[in-house]
């Protein structure tokens, strides 16, 4: 699956915590305790403005064209769509499923769940090898 870097700007406040804006992401301004929960906390910013339909303010930025001056620090956040999408956006949807008569009737006589067969078909199909790898 493809993985995109964009760069934050990362400051550390009076209080201790860390704070964050990225060029890439106007809007984007976070701050935590702790690092990791910085770097969560942007990943779930870039994925919410990216899903957001917000690409036409979208203007990228290269990272080593950015001037930094210490004690700001540049810092590099991964943002991996499908799992942003798995842990965001994994809400049930209904579809409609059209199958021959015989083979619901198969459907019904094993009591097959269609549901689950069908996601493990399509994570099978795009040779995933399990669920978590999305």
């Given at each position: 699956?493809v993985r995109?870097?964009?760069?934050a700007?990362?400051?550390r406040?009076?209080?201790?915590s860390?704070?964050?804006?990225?060029?890439?992401?106007?809007?984007?301004?976070?701050?935590q305790?702790?690092?990791?929960?910085l770097?969560?906390?942007?990943?779930?910013?870039?994925?919410d403005?990216?899903?957001?339909?917000k690409?036409?303010?979208?203007?990228?930025?290269?990272?080593?064209?950015?001037?930094?001056?210490?004690?700001?620090?540049?810092?590099?956040?991964?943002?991996?769509?499908m799992?942003?999408?798995?842990?965001?956006?994994?809400?049930?949807?209904t579809k409609?499923l059209?199958?021959?008569?015989?083979?619901?009737?198969?459907?019904?006589?094993?009591n097959?769940?269609?549901s689950?067969?069908l996601?493990?078909?399509?994570?099978?199909?795009?040779?995933?090898?399990?669920?978590?790898?999305l």
């Open positions: 699956m995109y870097f964009y760069p700007i990362v400051r406040t009076e209080s201790g860390y704070t964050a804006t990225m060029p890439n992401f106007p809007d984007i301004r976070e701050t305790v702790f690092l990791g929960d770097m969560d906390a942007l990943k779930k910013d870039i994925g403005f990216l899903c957001d339909k690409l036409a303010e979208f203007r990228p930025v290269v990272a080593d064209t950015l001037q930094v001056t210490p004690p700001a620090f540049l810092l590099m956040i991964e943002y991996d769509e799992n942003y999408n798995k842990k965001y956006r994994s809400k049930a949807v409609t059209t199958i021959p008569f015989w083979m619901n009737e198969l459907v019904k006589q094993y097959l769940p269609v689950k067969l996601q493990d078909a399509i994570i099978q199909h795009l040779g995933l090898q399990d669920k978590d790898e």
